[in-house]
C-alpha cells in the first residue's frame, strides 16, 4: 500500500513564475490537508479539501495561492507569480475519515526555491 | 493568544537513558493531542495519539502523557538509541476535525 506521494521532490523558480505542487493521496483516503514549513518553524495549516471541495483554506494566503482535488487525479497546490518569500518545505498529508476518527498520514514534501 | 510551545533547544542525551519531551498549550481546549517524529529532508511520522481522557498512552519504548489541567504533554523514550535522534513535534486539533496545529518542533540527539 503506496504511502502519500508528492511531486516534485524539489522544485526551482524564478521569482513571478508558477509553481505546481501535486499530492497524490493513499489508497482510500478523499481527505487532503496542505501544511508550509519554514526553516527553524513548525507546520503551518494551509487548506483542507475533500473530493472536489474546499472544506477549510483559512491558512491560505488571500493572494497567489489555489487548490484544489479533483474527482480524478492528485490534488494540487497551485502558486502564481512566486517570491522569495515563498521558498518553503510544502507538506500533503490525507487521512480516510477527517481527523475526528484519526490522524493523518504524511508526504515526503516539495521543497519549493524561489530565485 | 494560542500557542503550542516546545524546548527550542535540542536535548542532547546519552544512549539507554529516557528522553523526556515537553509541550505545552495556551488558550486551547484539544480533544486530543499527537506526536510526530522528523527527519531531515522528510515529512513527519505519526507516532501516539492521546485523548483528552486518557492519562498516559505507551507504545513499546514510547509513552505520553496528557495533562489538560497543566495544559501539558510529556513524550518519553526509554532506552534509547542513536536511531531515535530527530525532531519531536507535537500536535493538537483546534477546531475539531479541520486541520493540526504544530509545535515548532524539539531536536532529539541521542549519542552512543
Known amino acids: 500500500n503506496a504511502g502519500v506521494m508528492q511531486n516534485p521532490r524539489h522544485l526551482v523558480r524564478r521569482r513571478g513564475q508558477e509553481a505546481r505542487l501535486r499530492c497524490s493521496p493513499m489508497?482510500?483516503?478523499?481527505?487532503v490537508y496542505w501544511y508550509r514549513q519554514l526553516p527553524e518553524e513548525g507546520l503551518k495549516f494551509m487548506v483542507y479539501l475533500q473530493k472536489e471541495n474546499i472544506i477549510d483554506e483559512s491558512g491560505m494566503p488571500k493572494e497567489r495561492f489555489s487548490a484544489e482535488f479533483p474527482k480524478e487525479g492528485p490534488s494540487i497546490l497551485r502558486i502564481q507569480q512566486v517570491v522569495r518569500g515563498d521558498s518553503a518545505a510544502y507538506f500533503c498529508a490525507s487521512s480516510p475519515e477527517g481527523l475526528r476518527q484519526g490522524t493523518q498520514y504524511f508526504g515526503p514534501g516539495t521543497r519549493l526555491l524561489v530565485l | 493568544s494560542q500557542k503550542i510551545e516546545q524546548n527550542s533547544e535540542a536535548l542532547n542525551i546519552q544512549e539507554g537513558k529516557t528522553a523526556t519531551l515537553t509541550c505545552n498549550y495556551t488558550?486551547?481546549?484539544?480533544?486530543?493531542l499527537q506526536w510526530y517524529r522528523q527527519d531531515p529532508g522528510r515529512g513527519p511520522v505519526f507516532l501516539l495519539l492521546i485523548r483528552e481522557n486518557e492519562k498516559e498512552k505507551r507504545k513499546e519504548r514510547l509513552k505520553v502523557t496528557f495533562d489538560t489541567t497543566l495544559k501539558q504533554s510529556l513524550f518519553h523514550i526509554t532506552a534509547s538509541q542513536p536511531a531515535d535522534s530527530a525532531t519531536y513535534l507535537c500536535?493538537?486539533?483546534?477546531?475539531?476535525?479541520?486541520?493540526?496545529?504544530f509545535g515548532a518542533g524539539t531536536i532529539l540527539r541521542v549519542k552512543s
Open positions: 500536535a493538537l486539533d483546534p477546531e475539531y476535525g479541520n486541520k493540526l496545529v
Open positions: 489508497k482510500g483516503h478523499s481527505h
Open positions: 488558550n486551547y481546549s484539544p480533544a486530543y
